[in-house]
Nanobody
Framework: QLQLVESGGGLVQPGGSLRLSCVAS????????VGWFRQAPGKEREGVSC????????YYSDSVKGRFTISRDNTKNTVYLLMNTLKPEDTAVYYC???????????????????WGQGTQVTVSS
């Protein structure tokens, strides 16, 4: 049974950095493309980044390109999202999930078993 635990969020000043972690149990993330998504208050959830299965190609939304970096450590069954130069508009609950699809379609949010973890809150504010 897939379980996901996101962590690493918190309150940070604009321009600061955070590294989010996504640990899975019951599924090997290595065999899936894995996406990071976020949902800001009053807004729909959106795709932020994705890392492909096997070749680790990476994808980023235009709003985070150049500031965020996705990576994985298969020995820890963990996917990371390093977030630099954070902006107030990055404030959201961040979720990760292995995908049913490739990263090409990650923005469609077709996640494995339609399962979402609890997410981790990121607040960017002075």
């Amino acid at each position: 049974q897939l379980q996901l635990v996101e962590s690493g969020g918190g309150l940070v000043q604009p321009g600061g950095s955070l590294r989010l972690s996504c640990v899975a149990s019951g599924w090997s993330l290595e065999q899936s493309s894995v996406g990071w998504f976020r949902q800001a208050p009053g807004k729909e959830r959106e795709g932020v980044s994705c890392i492909s299965a096997y070749n680790d190609n990476t994808y980023y939304s235009d709003s985070v390109k150049g500031r965020f970096t996705i990576s994985r450590d298969n020995t820890k069954n963990t996917v990371y999202l390093l977030m630099n130069t954070l902006k107030p508009e990055d404030t959201a609950v961040y979720y990760c999930a292995p995908l049913k699809t490739t990263c090409t379609y990650y923005e469609q949010q077709l996640v494995l078993y339609d399962y979402w973890g609890q997410g981790t809150q990121v607040t960017v504010s002075s």
